[in-house]
């Protein structure tokens, strides 16, 4: 009993193309998983970093906004920054739960000393008030220079948007926000990123006891006492060995494409 293989055309060609198919969706998805891998490592070492002085990034970053191309080359680094709060600008990103509690993401212009430039600043989480979803939890601001550390970020992150965003305002609550939209909500000059502090602002001197109140409620703290806000920041969902699993997948079916092709174009023969 001999046993021969039988060339079909169309089962030839439907091979190929899952075959096509099954390499290239895997190729893509290995150059994800080395793409997470490089950010992983960028993430590391910028953590480790000795906290870079926005000062002097880029020559006098303080003085002049960075373009896309220096702020994506500092993302995720360590950074400090001297300046106050602009205290009449605060923004509430909605739709941010932190430990399965509901709250606000607590973001505000930050303008860098001795420069008109500002830097939108995520100061830190706020539970919501479940009665008054609009009446804000007290917090304190610092009052006057202070220095503080944090990440930079290139976005504050993103939620789906339902129906269109609400106009963007001093103590709006809004689900996204970019430092592009506050700059011409606020007609200020904005840093192209955004930084995650990731401690108490330090005043630089006492402040002065004619301030305004806070804006954010009736209470006013201590001022330049911030420690109460949440900064436990959520780390970036890399996903590495999601993408390498993936990949398996589709060499995988590759593979399995060939071999059905071969087993089933044997016939046996007399």
């Known amino acids: 009993m001999r046993i021969g293989f039988r060339f079909r055309l169309v089962p030839c060609i439907a091979t190929v193309l899952v075959v096509a198919l099954g390499v290239s969706l895997g190729n893509w998805q290995q150059r994800r998983a080395e793409q997470k891998t490089a950010l992983q490592h960028k993430l590391a070492e910028g953590n480790a970093a000795a906290p870079l002085s926005l000062s002097s990034a880029g ?29 009449d600008w ?70 789906m948007q339902l129906g269109s965003a609400a106009p963007l305002a001093p103590g709006a609550i809004v689900q996204n926000v970019e430092p592009a939209q506050l700059a011409a909500a606020g ?30 409620g009736p209470a006013k703290p201590a001022a330049g006492d911030d420690a109460k806000l949440v900064r436990d920041w959520p780390a970036p969902a890399l996903g590495v060995e999601k993408h390498r699993g993936y990949a398996f997948q589709w060499y995988a079916l590759a593979l399995m494409a060939v071999l059905f092709f071969v087993f089933t174009g044997f016939r046996r023969g007399k």
């Open 187 to 216: 007609a200020m000059v904005v840093q192209a990123f955004v930084v995650e502090q990731s401690g108490p602002a330090v005043p630089l001197a006492s402040p002065d006891p004619a301030e305004p109140a806070n804006v954010a």
């Open 59 to 87: 020559g006098g970053a303080a003085a002049l906004p960075l373009d896309a191309a220096a702020a994506a080359a500092i993302e995720y680094r360590r950074v400090r920054l001297t300046g106050e709060f602009r205290r």
């Open 90 to 159: 605060p923004l509430y990103l909605d739709n941010r739960p932190y430990q399965g509690r509901a709250g606000f993401y607590l973001l505000m212009p930050f303008r860098m000393a001795g420069s008109d430039v500002h830097v939108l600043v995520e100061r830190g989480w706020l539970p919501r008030n479940m009665a008054q979803r609009e009446q804000m939890q007290p917090y304190s601001t610092p009052v006057g220079q202070v220095t503080l550390e944090g990440i930079v970020k290139l976005s504050a992150g993103h939620v």
